[in-house]
């Protein structure tokens, strides 16, 4: 087989996992123990994929310090309960084992803080199906998205980025791939639009992970 792609990079929330539920349920619990106004459903959306403290800072409208104090009690709270209300998307496992199987590699180009993530990769029994994963560190630095596709370029050895793509649901994968220089394709499925990725120079897209599977294999 063929392959359009031999290197498969993934964002994590809104892609692999449908992991809103959880985030926004952080958010709200998070904004209610700093006393801080409610936001609207559109507004708690947007904090699906961000660093969280940029999102407290440019999304809740809190300062800078209020910010940091928020997204670490976020980043706890989400690390110790809230990400159990995450779900693969239906259909994913089974991409990511026959990806590995027709010889690509896959990989993980997450801003979510390790802990959580290393929770989700055992709970979902995913570290099988990936063959290196970058995310931020603990305390939610380090989650520049072209910075996460060069390490996971380096570790896999790709040394040709028209080889690879990277797949994500959000303005900031979209841009991220733009500026590490790899293509991009962008799943409707999850937590942006389709609008605030083209901004971001996107041009392909699919709605579900059927059609993502068809654009792979």
Do not use: Q
């Not at 991409?95 to 199987?101: G, V």
């Not at 029994?125 to 290196?132: I, M, N, S, Y």
């Not at 630095?141 to 996971?152: F, N, S, V």
């Not at 991009?184 to 392909?204: C, I, N, P, Q, W």
């Amino acid at each position: 087989m063929t392959l359009p792609y031999r290197t498969v990079l993934f964002d994590m929330d809104g892609t692999i996992v449908e992991s809103g539920e959880g985030i926004i349920r952080t958010v709200e619990e998070t904004l209610r123990t700093f006393g801080w106004r409610t936001l609207s459903p559109e507004e708690l959306r947007r904090f699906v994929g961000p660093p969280s403290h940029d999102s407290y800072r440019n999304i809740a409208g809190m300062d800078e310090a209020l910010a940091r104090r928020a997204a670490d009690w976020h980043r706890a709270r989400y690390r110790d309960e809230n990400w159990r209300l995450a779900r693969l998307f239906p259909g994913m496992r089974e991409l990511l084992a026959d990806l590995r199987r027709a010889g690509a590699h896959t990989a993980l180009a997450t801003t979510k803080p390790r802990p959580a993530l290393e929770s989700m990769l055992d709970a979902f029994a995913l570290r099988d199906l990936l063959d290196f994963t970058a995310s931020s560190r603990a305390d939610g630095t380090g989650g520049e998205k072209p910075a996460l596709i060069a390490r996971c370029l380096t570790a896999l050895g790709e040394t040709d980025k028209s080889r690879t793509v990277m797949i994500g649901d959000t303005r900031f994968d979209a841009a991220g791939a733009r500026d590490a220089g790899v293509p991009f394709l962008g799943v409707l499925y999850g937590y942006g639009t389709r609008a605030e990725m083209e901004r971001e120079g996107a041009s392909r897209f699919v709605s579900s992970v059927e059609e993502l599977r068809a654009a792979l294999l």
